[in-house]
């Protein structure tokens, strides 16, 4: 804000890293990676000397937010450095002040250690940030907002680890917790666990639940714009998908495909990508095996009229 004589004040070297940082967060909820490293590279060369806290935690933020975005690139070990080196310099418990910037690096390291299917060694990563910073609930700001994701984190490492009871049971008191608070945390919280929700009753062999919480999760949040929530909505049209397939449902399985593809649009974001092609693919599989069904009943009335 312009100040009394119409100049902008100058913005500090704190308030210009967390900018930074903000904003580098927020592609990589968005799947935007390629934009995140040059900012993180900015904040780092800049103040990764410095002993003021507030620029270390950027510092920290940087380096972490830097290696979701190597991961998301498919460069595990480089961005497994990242997490790691978050780690040695910047954990401890008599520094409140960095905790956010440990966190983050330690619930991206859950992520990609789940995208890696190493499930056992992503329950322990995710278990040490709620152990580490979950037993109060934090103030509202970004480590707050970690701790969220953990939360959240941990009814899918359960799911993919093939313990659906126990991601039921976590997904249902995240539900309770959160749903129906208008808090944009607790909207995301919710709609995950929603989502995991479903996951587990799949796995469990309750289909027609499952449907019901994909269907739950399209109907609430298909008209959010945020990226985030779209590639949520995404997974549950796709989650139902393959509960019909998993069926043999064909018809309605193809209904599922398409929904997927018309939510995505003709412009899907890198986090839809690959949730779009799946179903691409999966749909010119069901829409050859009904021409050849229709070719073959076509042939065997030609024979009848013979």
Known sequence: MPDADGATPPVSPEEEAKALMDRARLLIRAGQVLEVIPLCDTVYR???????????????RALGHRGAALSEQGQ??????????????????RKPALWEGVAWAMVYRTSLLMEQDRP?????????VLRRFGSSEPPPGGLRN??????????????????HEEALRLSEALLEACDG?????????????LLQRAHALQ?????????????????RYCEDPDPRMRSVVSAALLGRALVLIKQELVPEALSAL???????????????????????FQREVFERQLEEERELAARQKAKRRK
């Open 46 to 60: 800049r103040h990764t000397a410095s002993r003021v806290p507030a620029l270390q935690l950027q510092v920290a």
């Open 76 to 93: 595990v070990v480089e961005a497994l450095i990242h997490f790691d080196e978050v780690e040695r310099r910047f954990w401890s418990p």
């Open 120 to 128: 056992q060694q992503a329950l322990q990563c995710v278990g040490e």
């Open 146 to 163: 970690a701790v969220g994701v953990a939360r959240l984190l941990l009814p899918n490492v359960y799911n993919q680890l093939e313990e």
């Open 181 to 193: 608070d208008p808090e944009p945390l607790k909207v995301d919280m919710a709609s995950g666990a």
């Open 203 to 219: 796995g469990l062999g309750h289909w027609e639940e499952a449907l019901e919480c994909f269907d739950t999760v399209d109907v």
């Open 258 to 280: 398409n929904a997927v593809l018309e939510h995505a649009g003709p412009h899907p974001s890198p986090r839809q990508r690959p949730m779009v092609d799946f179903a691409q």
